[in-house]
């Protein structure tokens, strides 16, 4: 089959890593690359062997003939683009988070259901080797129903270093690194229907929160503690970016802990597996598992580009996610727990 030709848009930190995860999935071909600054652009598209190289977005949608745009900029710049690539190419896929507010992402998934073009997001947490494996043990029903999780994400790891736009970031731990682990809440326990959350900032110099803590109540009724925290705090165990999940149900518990270890414990005593990511040259060890993540979820956006399957992280689907992103900051200003009232209509976008 032949592969489906692509174009990145961004250079930074986690161009390359997307890149080399789409080099590895393989049936699609990254032709052009654009970047603000052209001499960035030329420094990954020889590194990544891309022929076109553009500084100018709009003259690389209007030249090329693309099947898709893959867009790995800073969130800031997200919706720019998504609407300026709609309806001059068949698909976008965009690195999470999609929006910066909900009215913005409103803007993009309507300016694509309009002009025809499909939106997809790069949402890869949910795509780690150790949360499928647990998501498989709560399918398989192993525990029974959960009654009670709590998921963390705190390391003291400095995010600062590779990533210096997070520094900026007004809305910074939940709208960045939240909205992976709120993913991960719904991939695993269901949809939310309230929520609180309060947020703490402890570094000085940085411009919004670096500590949040959210309690998630699903439809289900079971109640989810999401813990995030990048305050930079010294830990005994620091395994940046590993996520923690414990989950109880009536009939066992669940552990996903340092590691990549898996704990499930029934009456039948307690079963123990390691379940590490692939290790891939290209990856940065210091970021393995998130990496390694890149991976499956192109795989999965690619069958659905080729109509050969359904992708998990649709515009649409991920709408569920930047709502409860945006939630808890509305609860963490008004100190009130949000509803988070099902949707009437789940229109289509892709
Ligand atoms: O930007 C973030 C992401 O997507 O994964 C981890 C990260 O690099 C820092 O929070």
């Known amino acids: 089959m032949k592969a489906l030709r692509f174009a990145a848009l961004g250079t930074g930190f986690w161009a390359r890593f997307q890149l080399s995860a ?22 990954l598209a020889r590194e990544m062997d891309i022929e076109a190289i553009y500084d100018d977005a ?6 090329e003939k693309l099947d898709f745009v893959d867009i790995i900029t800073d969130p800031g710049t997200h919706e720019r683009f998504v609407t300026l690539a709609a309806g001059r190419v068949p698909s976008i ?28 997001v790069h ?11 647990l998501k498989a043990i709560l399918d398989e029903g192993r525990i029974g129903s959960v009654f009670r999780a709590r998921i963390e ?42 929520l609180v959350c309060h947020t703490r900032q402890i570094h000085t110099d940085i411009a919004g929160e670096d500590v949040a803590t959210v309690l998630l109540r699903t439809r289900e009724g ?19 970016p590993e996520t923690f999940v414990f989950a109880e149900g009536d009939r066992g518990s669940v552990e996903l802990g340092p590691d990549y270890w898996v704990r499930t414990t029934t009456s039948e005593g307690t079963h123990s597996r390691r379940v590490p990511p692939p290790r ?33 992280t649709t515009a649409e689907d ?33």
């Open 123 to 133: 949402e890869n947490f949910r795509w780690q080797t150790p949360i499928r494996a």
């Open 280 to 312: 891939y040259e290209w990856a940065d060890a210091r970021y393995d598992v998130v990496h390694a993540s890149g991976v499956p979820c192109n795989a999965n956006l690619l069958g659905a580009l080729r109509g050969e399957g359904e992708a998990e």
């Open 153 to 194: 994400m705190v390391s003291g790891f400095d995010v600062f270093g590779n990533q210096p736009f997070l520094r900026t970031l007004e809305q910074f731990v939940l709208a960045d690194v939240g909205t992976h682990v709120l993913d991960v809440a719904r991939f695993l326990f269901g949809e939310v229907e309230s």
């Open 22 to 43: 789409w080099k590895e999935v393989g049936g699609a071909e990254c032709v052009a690359l654009y970047n603000r600054t052209r001499s960035k652009a030329e420094a």
């Open 318 to 350: 991920n709408y569920e996610t930047l709502r409860l992103v945006f939630a808890a900051y509305e609860s963490a200003e008004s100190g009130t727990v949000v509803p988070i009232p099902e949707r009437a209509v789940k229109e289509e976008t892709t």
């Open 93 to 120: 896929i965009c690195q999470k988070p999609l929006a910066e507010s909900l009215a913005s992402a409103e803007r993009m998934i309507e300016a694509c259901r309009r002009d025809g073009t499909a939106l997809y």
């Open 222 to 240: 079971a109640s989810v503690v999401v813990t995030l925290g990048y305050a930079g705090t010294p830990l005994e165990r620091e395994r940046f």
């Open 58 to 63: 709009e003259e690389l949608l209007r030249r």
